[in-house]
């Protein structure tokens, strides 16, 4: 069966350390992966997108890896803030015009 | 960066009414527009894809009769949840795709649907 889990339901670390969340999949081929942030009652917010034949993306504090071998992508944050607070999704683009995500990791930055 | 508004934000009613829930994009035309809804502390889940001009492609499991979607323009669709029932108390969230080759997808702020 098709499956997009994230490392951790939850995940706490202090502030100015770097926080690295997992997105592992089964049984997709994706063209791209999408990393988006979340806020209690908000709509998902995109952060970065990064296809099949790249390694890995950076935007300011946020660099993404991704590897179809593993079937696997790292999202990294860097120097946290508390503000950096929030529930973080990975999608992806599967053959059709749909994108399916998983299930989410809580990050909390811990001042 | 592309908005996408949502209508209502909050709407509380009776078991057995219908409830329409308009998701519009404000700055930019939109062919494809993504339905999902969230589950407290869970993940999206796409209930279906709606194309302007066209019909539903509904995600395996969903039922269209319940969940009528409504694609009249570029820029709005309509997502109607029928004779409504408490398991269907939920975050509706929708999103919408750029044209012209971009990838992104843009989400609404969601609308929260409780039923009593």
């Known amino acids: 069966s098709q499956k997009i889990e994230q490392n951790s339901e939850a995940l706490n670390i202090q502030e100015g350390k770097t926080a690295t969340l997992t997105c592992n999949y089964t049984n997709y081929s994706p063209a791209y992966l999408q990393w988006y942030r979340q806020d209690p009652g908000r709509g998902p917010v995109f952060l970065l997108l990064?296809?099949?034949?790249?390694k890995e993306k950076r935007k300011e504090r946020l660099k993404v890896t991704f590897d179809t071998t593993l079937k696997q992508s790292l999202f990294h944050i860097t120097a946290s803030q508390p503000a950096d607070s929030a529930t973080y999704l990975c999608?992806?683009?599967?053959?059709?015009?749909?994108?399916?995500f998983g299930t989410g990791t809580s990050l909390t930055v811990i001042p | 960066g592309a908005v996408v508004s949502q209508h209502p934000s909050r709407v509380i009613c009776k078991s057995g009414t219908s409830v329409k829930i308009e998701c519009r994009s404000l700055?930019?035309?939109?062919?494809?527009m993504f339905w999902y809804r969230q589950f407290p502390k869970q993940s999206l889940m796409l209930m279906a894809t709606s194309n302007e001009g066209s019909k539903a492609t509904y995600e395996q499991g969903v039922e269209k009769d319940k969940f009528l979607i409504n694609h009249a323009s570029l820029t709005l669709s309509t997502l109607t949840v029928t004779s409504a029932h408490p398991e269907d108390s939920s975050f509706y969230i929708c999103?919408?795709?750029?044209?012209?080759?971009?990838?992104?997808?843009?989400f609404g702020p969601g609308t929260r649907l409780l039923v009593l």
């Open positions: 700055d930019f035309q939109a062919t494809t």
């Open positions: 999608a992806l683009k599967n053959t059709g015009n749909q994108f399916y």
């Open positions: 990064i296809r099949e034949n790249e």
């Open positions: 999103s919408a795709r750029t044209t012209g080759g971009q990838e992104t997808q843009y």
